[in-house]
């Protein structure tokens, strides 16, 4: 005689040590987590009767099919809403001088919060493990808001992801499209940048270099993405040797590599803008080095703002990120998801910043 089975939990797949996820039971029915959520966790709303009754089934078969259960301590944190949003921004100190790039994002956050009802929880890198840390604990005290709002241009991917896995509603501040599941704002940096690369070919540019750090952030090669398509619109070069990627571009952009690049037909350069602002600072002292005049032997443009400590500076030809719309627009997703609503913010546009960086190019002999 076998023995009676216990009613209870359906068998995990083959092979299954871990708990399955609602990430994972959205993927296998082609819908997103908020509406494996309404189906499976519904709420006193009625929210979930919006749902079509072959999109629940799909789902609860998805559910079957993995073994899932929901977690009965997730569920009651899930209900406990305390109106706090978190910030968690990837630096050492949380970024309140007015002059740091990340301030008019905050500005942005937090009138938007508050008109929508919420408090905010500001938390950095350092928060557990000293400065920068980024790790699991580090993360995990963000857990203690409904939701959670990222800056930072480098992300830990992997606790991003399982913060997201687990359910835990999370927006990052900038495309993070290689994030499956995690929801971002941006601004559009590809359409802003050929706007800039069209305005120098309308002057008569036809070689421009863009000058960018050597990594994958999202924004930079968004801003690549741009520049190329800017070109190939323009009907100019789109070589290899129309941008310059460094590591550390004010040591590698030297006063020989920008006479080398004139004496070729470079007459307008292109920087990109970082936390650190090297390709930017590395240009400049590069054609200053180089005793080139701007604009009149040199044209140079600036795809976002220039550092607060060149304020002094004439503001460069380039665009402006708007920095407070984008902060606000992050905070209405994030409430979205906390309410379990399936929601997406538009990318947020540029507007063009003419200057006195560009002219048209000096006539050649």
């Not at 050492?92 to 002059?99: C, E, G, L, S």
């Not at 008109?115 to 995990?140: I, K, Q």
């Not at 307008?268 to 803008?273: G, K, L, V």
């Amino acid at each position: 005689m076998e023995p009676r089975k216990r009613p209870g939990r359906p068998p995990a797949p083959a092979g299954r040590t871990s708990r399955p996820r609602q990430a994972e039971v959205a993927r296998l029915a082609g819908v997103s987590q908020a509406t494996v959520s309404l189906v499976l966790s519904p709420k006193p709303d009625g929210k979930g009767r919006l749902i079509s009754e072959e999109t629940r089934q799909r789902v609860l078969e998805a559910a079957r099919s993995l073994g899932y259960v929901p977690d009965p301590a997730a569920r009651r944190l899930a209900a406990a809403r305390n109106n706090l949003l978190g910030v968690f921004s990837f630096t050492a100190t949380f970024p309140t001088d007015v002059q740091h790039s990340y301030y008019p994002f905050l500005v942005g956050v937090e009138r938007e919060a508050a008109a929508l009802g919420y408090d905010l929880v500001l938390f950095t890198g350092s928060s557990t493990g000293g400065a920068g840390a980024t790790g699991p604990e580090a993360l995990s005290r963000v857990r203690l808001a409904d939701g959670c709002l990222f800056i930072g241009r480098h992300t830990p991917r992997a606790e991003l992801k399982r913060l997201v896995e687990d359910g835990f509603p999370v927006v990052h501040l900038g495309r993070r499209e290689e994030l499956e599941g995690v929801a971002w704002v941006g601004a559009d940096y590809v359409r802003a940048t050929r706007d800039v690369v069209g305005h120098l070919a309308e002057l008569g540019h036809r070689r421009i270099v863009l000058v960018r750090e050597d990594d994958d952030a999202s924004a930079s090669t968004d801003r690549q993405r741009g520049f190329l398509e800017g070109l190939e619109a323009a009907g100019l070069p789109t070589g290899p040797t129309s941008v310059f990627r460094s590591a550390d571009p004010q040591r590698e952009l030297t006063r020989e590599r920008l006479r080398a690049w004139a004496d070729e037909g470079v007459t307008a350069f292109i920087a990109e803008e970082t936390d650190t602002g090297a390709a930017w600072r590395g240009l400049l002292s590069a054609v200053r080095e180089a005793g080139l005049d701007c604009p009149a032997e040199v044209s140079l443009a600036l795809l976002g703002s220039p550092p607060a400590d060149l304020a002094n500076e004439p503001v460069p030809t380039g665009f402006d990120i708007p920095r407070p719309q984008l902060g606000a627009a992050a905070v209405r997703l994030l409430a979205a998801l906390v309410a379990g609503e399936e929601a997406h913010e538009p990318l947020v546009g540029c507007a063009f910043r003419p200057g006195p960086t560009t002219g048209p190019p000096p006539a050649r002999p």
